[in-house]
């Protein structure tokens, strides 16, 4: 290594701590706001899985852009957070939920799932300013519904509902998240409550169906703890994401991932159906009577092509409706 090759190297260290520090600092920062944006998330793309994927891409494009908006206080101090309602800037809280708005439609778009309606389309109708009575009943249909029942909805419809009665928001800070008229709120909130409770009385029982034998067999090494025996069916370039935490490829390395399950004894696993993917249950403690997490596997002819762990992202959890053959 030449000189100048060396400075630069030691510059670029406390460069890299400096990165680090800050994007644990943003993390702990938005920390309580993550469930919340996430049970936004999952219901806008119908899926618990796929509504992680779009938190994390809001949060990361949220870091990158935080520069440009005034913030009033430094991100890091202690006084910036404010219990359940996360940051107590007027600014960060509609950035996240406006910037996970667009990545929800983004998401949709690239699977090429067609939306009835766009956001801009909601009509200005007005409509009666006094508190609606159904309110409750309306909450309840959405606390109710499946986290898929959703993308039903039209974009403007589907998010004033998950905003209005699954967390609870004002039509006014539901106006100002989406940039949009009061009247038009109340419009759009009023035809997607309709539309749910419709796709709440009209909803078939499903069948679900049995687990895959690589799946099936996959749960049954784990909760043996045959480490050989998982090994062996991992694919030579498998890939792990333990997701908000690392990510590994290839056997040898993906291999310590299972040496780190060795050490904790109280857990199993159990082949279920989550939004129509198949997925493996995990049973923190023999007592539990709903799963902490799950992991998703990829097969490809036969083998194990990806592990997606979502160990350390227990909210995804909470709203999960797993179905067990």
Avoid at 133 to 153: G, I, K, N, W
Avoid at 206 to 227: G, H, K, M, Q
Avoid at 266 to 271: A, K, V
């Amino acid at each position: 290594m030449t000189k100048s090759e060396a400075r630069v190297h030691d510059a670029e260290q406390p460069l890299a701590a400096r990165l680090v520090e800050s994007r644990r600092e943003f993390l702990a920062l938005v920390a309580d706001l993550r469930p919340e944006l996430h049970r936004y998330c999952a219901r806008m793309v119908g899926s618990i899985a796929d509504g992680e994927d779009v938190v994390q891409e809001t949060l990361a494009r949220a870091y990158y852009a935080l520069p440009e908006f005034p913030m009033g206080s430094s991100p890091s101090a202690p006084e910036a957070m404010d219990g359940r309602e996360g940051p107590k800037s007027p600014r960060l809280r509609p950035l996240l939920f406006r910037i996970a708005h667009n990545r929800a439609l983004d998401h949709l778009r690239r699977y090429e799932q067609r939306m009835g309606q766009s956001l801009e389309s909601a009509p200005d109708i007005a409509t009666d300013d006094a508190a609606d009575p159904e309110d409750a009943l309306a909450r309840e249909h959405a606390l109710r519904a499946a986290v898929t029942r959703f993308v039903e909805l039209a974009p403007a419809q589907r998010s004033c509902v998950i905003l209005k009665d699954v967390l609870g928001h004002s039509l006014e800070e539901i106006a100002t998240l989406l940039e949009l008229s009061v009247p038009a709120v109340k419009a759009a909130l009023h035809r997607g409550r309709v539309r749910l409770r419709d796709e709440l009385a009209n909803v078939a029982e499903v069948t679900v169906r049995p687990a895959s034998p690589i799946v099936a067999r996959y749960a049954e090494l784990f909760n043996a703890r045959d480490w050989d025996g998982v090994r062996a069916m991992l694919a030579d370039d498998v890939r792990l994401d333990l997701v908000q935490r690392s990510q590994r490829a290839g056997r040898r390395d993906v291999g310590v991932y299972f040496t780190n399950y060795d050490q904790v004894t109280d857990w199993r696993l159990r082949p279920a159906w989550l939004d129509g993917v198949e997925v493996l249950a995990v049973y923190r403690k023999p007592g539990d009577e709903h799963p902490g997490y799950f992991i998703e596997l990829t097969t490809i002819e036969g083998s194990i092509a990806v592990i997606r762990d979502f160990r350390y992202i227990p909210y995804v959890a909470r709203e999960a409706v797993f179905k067990f053959a």
